[in-house]
């Protein structure tokens, strides 16, 4: 797709809040992601429920003629923070590890996805928004990490974004953290 295509970033909530709930769920339905992956279902089957229950935010790039380029969705969740993790002690200090338990409280950045046709640097965009509603968040409540699990061959995608490994692991999803 031309990357000149006009999109906004729209909360799930406010979508909700201006049509009906079917009609969203149709338009959701409709999208592609650019691999076959969870992401998909995500948007199909779990974002309104989620939104609705407050256990997560969602938000969509969408062109006015409703094709949806892509999302990403925020939520809360906490980290274990292994004794043999990469990140520096003072990294450590600065996102407040338990002593006691090795868990710190963490932003997630839950889904990020984006379509085949989405514009170059869409997953940046949604990025920066994510990380955006999450500053707002940090100076009302608090919390200094940002969390995102992730496949492998996202590692190097997310390094760039700015995020640091905590676990690798090969068998499963890798956990990545970056600091607001």
């Not at 959701?28 to 256990?55: C, G, N, Q, W």
């Not at 002593?99 to 990025?127: E, F, H, N, W």
């Not at 608090?142 to 190097?156: A, F, S």
Request: proline share 3%; with cysteine; charged share 25%.
């Amino acid at each position: 797709m031309n990357s000149d295509v006009v999109y906004r970033v729209h909360p799930l909530s406010e979508f909700l809040a201006r049509h009906t709930e079917e009609y969203v769920a149709k338009v959701l339905s409709e999208y592609r992601s650019v691999k076959e992956s969870d992401t998909e279902d995500f948007l199909h089957i779990k974002a309104i429920p989620m939104e609705k229950r407050d256990l997560s935010r969602t938000f969509i790039a969408m062109t006015s003629d409703m094709r949806i380029l892509g999302y990403v969705s925020l939520s809360i969740k906490c980290m274990r923070i292994p004794e043999d993790t990469p990140l520096s002690r003072n990294v450590q200090r600065q996102i407040n590890v338990d002593s006691r338990t090795g868990v710190a409280q963490s932003y997630l950045i839950g889904q990020l996805s984006r379509s085949a046709d989405a514009p170059k640097g869409l997953g940046a965009v949604l990025i920066r928004v994510a990380m955006g509603r999450i500053q707002n968040s940090k100076m009302n409540v608090g919390c200094r990490m940002v969390r995102l699990d992730c496949r492998d061959e996202l590692v190097p995608y997310y390094q760039g974004q700015g995020f640091w490994m905590v676990v690798h692991d090969g068998d499963s999803l890798n956990q990545m953290m970056i600091l607001v």
